[in-house]
């Protein structure tokens, strides 16, 4: 009875503290947001559904079985097929990443190339698209008449006429997905690169090491750690990105994961769909594992020490220009131009013709004309459909109100594993908000279907309702708002918070105060990251959106799907452009806020 007694003032000492108390409440919603989907959606794979009565005799719903798994688990078109094209994919994709994002980290980095600020701009620009913002640009430059569509822009300023395999398939799908997503290995590679001192290049160099032995035995293992990061994180998207590879993949027959999930769901497969979605998981979480393994057992090697990093630029000479121009030259070709002609498209009245006098506003604020059959049918322009409206609304309610509720939350997770450090709820917090980065989010959609999909306890059954969809950005893309909070709390020094208690304030009042205004720039970071990446996510919404609740992304999608090629290339011009007038307003905000605090004397 001793024990116990002391046992409970202990506990309660311990629940007094605020960061405590406040950790534990963080942890049971981020767990019931994170871990007990996963487990749900495992429980759904392995027992019998409603349909599933309706087809076999003598089951009932929720009833264990091993029926689904042995019907997917060695079945080629369900499981093996989409899986192996799912692996030549993102490795196909990171193969593409590796290279061009280390290549330019390096010139951009290491070099005395010119122009450095211009070429990292052009070489984050995809980083602000959404992730299958080029399949759409990439089948209007190469569809052509000899694979029976319309004459594409290749096709029309040369008259050449790409083959199947280069419009759709295999090809394509990598080639797309790691012009989007090679931002990420140039930003972190750049990044190690630039804090890589120049003493042991020049020892090697002293030894009588030739520059390529240099780039491969010294400068490639110092970044590897980076590129390995980057490799990691991008393969997990491109594996779980379903735009692309639903574009420019299934019309030539090659079908992945992403695809057949969203394909079984639509067919009322649900638990063949969701051992799928385990399958993503398990492939995801596989990758990281081996990443850590690597980087767990590779010699370490110090590149900064207390003289500080000395950095020492590779001089290019006479390759200096035209290294430059060809970078710039091939973002444009490769990114600028597809988008250009993205933009061009949508003024098209008809497809095909890429002349001036074929310039139209009918796909912006053009009305169904009955006098030519080909404007008869189809969607109303972009300003007079009332479904752009509302999925525009709709993207601003759950974007917004997601980023909102994640700058707060990850302020309040970055607190507890900042103040908290070395502890295990600090710890086990930590991972936990950043385990939603090893689920690919065509597989988060399909596990928050498996979990609100029926009412539970007391929570209603949430889908088709805006609700399911802030969860899921919520449960998504907490790890970008809690890192962006971890950083801002390593600023203040708690020196600042101590001082506060003694004085008597409250820890509400000692956060609103004291660390508030001093990390308030964390909260803008992780509104922004979540805001931009919720507002042009799709294969996160793409298996939760109905009719009422759908979003710009997937209304997007929609068009392009039903070949309205015109409109959709609108409204893709439409959400970029908002999402660039979102950066650059909350960059203002940001850049008025610091001033604010100088002023004020708090920075």
């Avoid at 019309?251 to 992945?256: A, I």
């Avoid at 950043?434 to 209603?460: E, K, N, Q």
């Avoid at 600042?496 to 508030?516: C, D, M, P, S, T």
Wanted: aromatic share 10%; proline share 5%.
């Amino acid at each position: 009875m001793q024990d116990f007694n002391k046992l409970v003032r202990i506990l309660r000492i311990k629940l007094s503290q605020p960061r405590i108390l406040l950790g534990i409440c963080l942890l049971l919603f981020l767990t019931y947001l994170i871990v007990v989907p996963i487990i749900t959606l495992i429980t759904n794979a392995s027992c019998f559904q409603l349909v599933d009565t309706f087809l076999l005799n003598g089951i009932k719903e929720g009833e264990f079985t091993l029926y689904h798994w042995k019907k997917v688990v060695g079945n080629y078109d369900i499981l093996i097929q989409p899986f192996l094209n799912t692996l030549i994919v993102g490795l196909g994709a990171v193969g593409v990443i590796a290279v061009l994002g280390t290549m330019i980290a390096w010139l951009v980095a290491r070099t005395d190339i010119p122009l450095k600020g211009l070429l990292t701009v052009l070489a984050t620009i995809p980083y602000v698209l959404p992730s299958w913002s080029l399949a759409l640009p990439w089948i209007e430059i190469f569809q052509n008449t000899g694979i029976n569509m319309a004459v594409g822009f290749l096709e029309y300023t040369t008259s050449l006429k790409a083959p199947l395999w280069l419009v759709f398939g295999p090809i394509p799908v990598i080639i797309v997905l790691g012009l989007h997503y090679f931002p990420f290995a140039f930003l972190l590679v750049a990044a190690a690169l630039g804090n890589l001192s120049s003493d042991l290049e020049e020892t090697a160099e002293l030894l009588g090491a030739s520059r390529v032995k240099i780039l491969r035995t010294i400068t490639l293992p110092i970044v590897m750690p980076a590129l390995l990061s980057a490799i990691i994180l991008c393969f997990s998207l491109a594996i779980g990105s379903y735009g692309t590879p639903s574009l420019l993949g299934t019309p030539g027959g090659f079908t992945v994961l992403s695809v057949q999930i969203k394909s079984l769901m639509d067919l009322n497969l649900q638990s063949q769909a969701y051992i799928l979605t385990i399958m993503l998981i398990a492939l995801s979480v596989l990758v990281v594992y081996l990443n850590n393994r690597i980087i767990g057992i590779r010699k370490g090697y110090e590149t900064i020490g207390g003289k500080g990093v000395r950095k020492r630029l590779t001089p290019l000479k006479k390759l200096r220009i035209p290294l430059c121009v060809s970078v710039i030259v091939f973002i444009t070709v490769t990114i600028l131009l597809p988008l250009a002609i993205l933009v061009w498209s949508s003024f098209m009245l008809n497809r095909g013709d890429y002349s001036f006098g074929n310039f139209s506003l009918h796909y912006w604020t053009g009305i169904i004309d009955p006098s030519n059959p080909e404007f008869t049918v189809g969607e109303p322009a972009v300003f007079r459909n009332p479904k752009f409206f509302s999925s525009l609304r709709n993207t601003f309610l759950i974007s917004g109100m997601g980023a909102a509720i994640l700058g707060v939350l990850g302020m309040l997770v970055g607190y507890v594993v900042v103040m908290g450090r070395g502890k295990q709820l600090s710890r086990l917090l930590e991972r936990i908000s950043f385990a939603p980065v090893m689920i690919p989010s065509i597989a988060f959609g399909a596990i928050y279907i498996s979990l609100f999909g029926v009412s539970r306890g007391p929570i209603p059954a949430l889908y088709g309702t805006f609700a399911i969809l802030i969860l899921v950005v919520i449960g998504k893309k907490i790890p970008y708002a809690s890192r962006a909070g971890i950083s801002a709390m390593f600023q203040p020094s708690k020196e600042l918070e101590e001082a506060g208690e003694v004085l008597g304030a409250g820890w509400l009042k000692r956060f609103k105060q004291i660390i508030w205004p001093l990390t308030k720039t964390g909260f803008s970071s992780g509104f922004l990251i979540v805001f931009i990446s919720a507002s042009r996510e799709l294969s996160l919404f793409i298996m939760l959106v109905t009719v009422k609740t759908q979003v710009l992304t997937t209304l997007i999608f929609e068009s392009a799907q039903e070949g309205i090629r015109q409109l959709s290339y609108a409204l893709m011009t439409t959400l970029i452009t908002i999402t660039l007038i979102t950066i650059g307003v909350f960059r203002l905000y940001e850049r008025y806020s610091n001033r604010s605090l100088v002023k004020k004397g708090i920075l």
